[in-house]
């Protein structure tokens, strides 16, 4: 089983940053990938980030790219999520997610077998 918290998230304004962090614990059976997702008010959850944890390979979505960077650290089986040039539309909640298979998309959040609670990132104008 593995347990997940993240933390980091909050208000902040229009073009400032923030940083995510989401700490593992518990035995992994397959640790391929972490990811991190979001679900805007009305919307349904969507791919933003993800990692493989063993090469730190990062994948992101289109409407992220250039602005949030993933990271890992194996020693605390912690990923992070740096968020910079925050738009209003980067509201949302965002989650936490590991113990990505193989051969399953990474976009599709279906193929993580373990969340976190979640935490709400708000950007006001």
């Known amino acids: 089983q593995v347990q997940l918290v993240e933390s980091g998230g909050g208000l902040v304004q229009a073009g400032g940053s923030l940083r995510l962090s989401c700490a593992a614990s518990?035995?992994?059976?397959?640790?391929?990938?972490m990811g991190w997702f979001r679900q805007p008010p009305g919307k349904e959850r969507e791919f933003v980030a993800a990692?493989?944890?063993?090469?730190?390979?990062?994948y992101y979505a289109d409407s992220v790219k250039g602005r949030f960077t993933i990271s890992r650290d194996n020693a605390k089986n912690t990923v992070y999520l740096q968020m910079n040039s925050l738009k209003p539309e980067d509201t949302a909640v965002y989650y936490c997610?590991?113990?990505?298979?193989?051969?399953?998309?990474?976009?599709?959040?279906?193929?993580?077998?373990?969340w976190g609670p979640g935490t709400q990132v708000t950007v006001s104008s």
């Open positions: 990692i493989n944890w063993s090469s730190g390979n990062p």
């Open positions: 997610s590991a113990d990505r298979k193989k051969g399953v998309p990474r976009s599709y959040a279906g193929a993580y077998d373990y």
């Open positions: 518990g035995r992994t059976f397959s640790n391929y990938a």
